[in-house]
């Protein structure tokens, strides 16, 4: 099969590989679409810690039909049409036991831990596999498991309430879903921040209430003048840069939730009086559950997140160089990029 191989960091190849083998309690999936992930981006540069192993096939979102299963699997079977939870757990550790394994103590992720889904194919736990609920196309599934999930998780871990007021930094491929669902938990003033015009315009149309282009105006003078002065409820930074980070935290009420969810690497700094004097909160996300993303695609399946502008543009899987160099330079407004094998 045809996999795009990480051999080291920038150093990127389509290569023709095996079809990985499959164990007693694994599927093999015929991958039909794949979502580019900025999180990629971060893996080709050598921005994680812990580093990879190497070589190492790209990619966590995606979605196809199950091709074969191992002898002990018996949650699908040939033929299923599955999305991807691209978390394998152990199942038994505390966390795991408690309703939290995406904080497994043996957590391993798809294209970060273990070969991932730029490839034909992909072998991964069973349990980590969910049957698509009907209206569900693949390339809306493949994003559901990584774009759409992890700002439904952050909406949770923001606890947004019906009538609250929400900051989202970024208003790309995740952000933009971020948007919509702050609405679809209730919020009554959704402020998108963004440098990209088009991108604010997209936010509007999902349901950002106002709009804050931050290359012309400070956005954390811009939120509290949209906010009387107060600061927003809650507010998410979905991009993982410094500047983003540090605004986030001074955007918020006293009382007020501040959660980081975008993946940056780097140091920032907080002024302790921020939060100290004020009663706010600092949270971060970590992944998502398998029941956050059964409910994402129950929404997605039902018509309550639309995803009609989610996917911008669509490569076939020998053109990932040329995705993955679109979503870096920005070029042609990329929302979410999809590849097709």
């Given amino acids: ?50 580093p990879v192993p190497y070589p190492l096939t790209l990619g966590h979102e995606g979605s196809g039909i199950v091709e074969k299963i191992g002898e002990r699997v018996t949650s699908v079977k040939v033929g ?41 194919y992909v072998v991964l736990p069973a349990a980590s596999t969910l049957r698509l609920p009907e209206g569900v196309p693949f390339d809306r599934a493949a994003l559901a498991g990584c774009a759409v999930v992890t700002p439904f998780h952050a909406m949770n871990v923001g606890e947004v309430k019906p009538g609250d007021s929400v900051a989202v930094y970024g208003a790309g491929g995740v952000g933009i879903h971020g948007v919509q669902l702050a609405k679809l938990f209730g919020a009554a003033q959704i402020i998108s921040v963004d440098i990209n015009p088009k991108k604010l315009e997209a936010a509007k149309q999902v349901g950002a209430t106002d709009l804050v282009n931050a290359k012309q105006e400070d956005p954390v003078e811009a939120i509290k003048s949209l906010t009387d002065g107060r600061g927003v409820d809650v507010a998410f930074e979905f991009i993982g840069l410094r500047t983003t980070q540090e605004q986030l935290v001074r955007s918020v009420k006293k009382g007020g939730v501040a959660v980081m969810v975008g993946i940056s690497g780097i140091k920032f700094e907080i002024d302790a009086n921020d939060f100290l004097f004020k009663g706010a909160q600092l949270r971060t996300t970590q992944n998502h559950t398998r029941d956050h993303l059964r409910r994402v695609l129950n929404l997605i399946s039902t018509g309550r997140i639309n995803m009609a502008g989610s996917i911008s543009q669509k490569y076939s899987l020998s053109e990932a160089n040329k995705a993955l160099e679109s979503l870096d330079k920005q070029t042609d407004n990329p929302i979410r990029i999809v590849l097709q094998p």
């Fill in 1 to 50: 099969m045809l996999a795009v191989r990480l051999h080291a960091p920038k150093k990127l190849s389509v290569d023709e590989v095996s079809v990985p083998s499959v164990g007693p309690t694994d599927v093999l999936v015929k991958l039909k679409a794949i979502g580019v992930c900025h999180s990629d981006l971060h893996i080709v540069n050598g921005m994680l810690v812990p």
């Fill in 80 to 120: 299923d049409p599955v999305a991807l939870y691209y978390m394998s757990v152990c199942g038994r550790c505390y966390y795991c036991t408690t309703g939290k394994e995406n904080l497994c103590d043996e957590l391993r992720d798809l294209g970060f831990a273990m070969d991932g889904t730029y490839a034909e």
